[in-house]
């Protein structure tokens, strides 16, 4: 899956590194500096590199956890997010990753224990408050964890916090390093659903709705708090169908009661990541809908977007409090 590694050569000798090494014995292996002269070069060509991208390992020096933007938490008064990698392993059409980043290959910092020096020191300093750290945001939080051990490390780190918080955003099946070890109520695992109609189209690589719900039927059986985010809404023209039979898909799986919370909120993108997905892909009918720029931002005219919203919150609150319910209006 991966035939290129880069490597920084500060972090040649360090044991992630050695251990990455050997799961792609037969990859090419390139030194160097900064992790940068690889990826943020302007030419490069994020959808062609997506087709086959390299795993670049470098470490991080600054900025480990920073202040989650407005409106991105679940009720919490600290948000904060962090990212132990750059980029993902599937290939959803909305994604600002391709917007953000020159490159589509991946990034993964190794030096997990400054993370969590940094994630322990927030936490310090407002010991009777709680605080959400969201996993996710560059990346998915467990697509590539067979080869990061991103779980396996941080969960037991955060379990050990009394006041950290931690969400891990993803659309993978690879659980078993939560199913290995006992769930802790302060780790949420929260799933992106679409309805597979969508899914399918806009989705690629990312497993189907129903491996996602398998996935999640498990992790609540084991007793882990699960959220669900329908996050981005997608218009076609059957929407509330779809949209309708796939609440009615989840909910015959996901008991609502134990669910720690729900997210909603339509596709958006800032404008200028906007523009430069557009260029990469031009025939993708995604971009063909209904679509309007308000403050720098593009998303579904305002009228079809509140026709979403309100459908769409209806539906989710005939199965959820509203105690439960997060829409995103950003
Ligand atoms: S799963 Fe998330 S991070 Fe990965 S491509 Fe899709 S939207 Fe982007």
């Known amino acids: 899956m ?5 490597i920084e050569e500060s972090i040649r000798h360090h044991p992630r590194t050695i251990s990455i090494c050997e799961r792609f014995p037969k990859a090419r292996k390139i030194i160097c500096e900064r992790y940068g002269e690889v990826f943020n070069p302007k030419a490069q060509n994020f959808r062609l590199q997506k087709q086959n991208p390299a ?9 480990f956890a920073l202040p989650a933007p407005p409106a991105y938490g679940i009720g919490a008064e600290k948000n904060y997010y962090f990212s132990h990698m750059l980029n993902c392993l599937y290939d959803c059409r909305y994604c600002f990753l ?13 030096n997990y224990e400054d993370y969590q020096q940094d994630i322990r020191q927030i936490c310090n300093a407002t010991a009777n408050e709680p605080i959400h750290f969201f996993s996710g945001y560059d990346c998915d939080s467990l697509a590539l964890e067979p080869v990061t051990g991103f779980a396996e490390h941080f969960l037991p780190f955060f379990a050990d916090i009394p006041n950290a918080w931690l969400e891990l955003r993803t659309k993978s099946t690879q659980i ?5 070890r006992e769930p802790f109520p302060r780790c949420i695992i929260a799933f992106s659903l679409s309805p597979d109609e969508i899914a399918r189209k806009v989705e690629d690589k990312a497993p189907s709705l129903l491996r996602r719900l398998d996935a999640l039927d498990k992790l609540q059986d084991q007793g882990w708090p699960i959220g669900l985010r329908f996050d981005p809404l997608i218009y076609q023209t059957a929407y509330q169908e779809q949209y309708k039979n796939m609440f009615e898909q989840v909910f015959s799986r996901i008991k609502p009661e134990l669910l720690h919370s729900v997210s909603l909120g339509v ?6 990541y906007f523009k430069k997905i557009h260029k990469l892909y031009p025939e993708e009918k995604l971009f063909a809908s ?10 579904y005219k305002t009228e079809l977007e509140q026709e ?3 459908y769409c919150t209806e539906q989710l609150l005939s199965y959820i409090p509203e105690s439960k ?3 995103c209006t950003l």
């Open 2 to 6: 991966i035939d290129t590694l880069y």
């Open 55 to 63: 795993l670049i390992l470098a470490e991080k020096y600054k900025n």
């Open 98 to 110: 391709q917007g953000m980043f020159q490159s589509a290959h991946y990034v993964l910092f190794v």
């Open 176 to 180: 078993r390093s939560l199913l290995n």
């Open 267 to 272: 596709f958006r993108l800032p404008e200028k």
């Open 290 to 299: 209904p679509l309007e720029t308000r403050q720098k931002m593009t998303s």
């Open 308 to 310: 979403m919203m309100q």
């Open 325 to 327: 319910f997060f829409p």
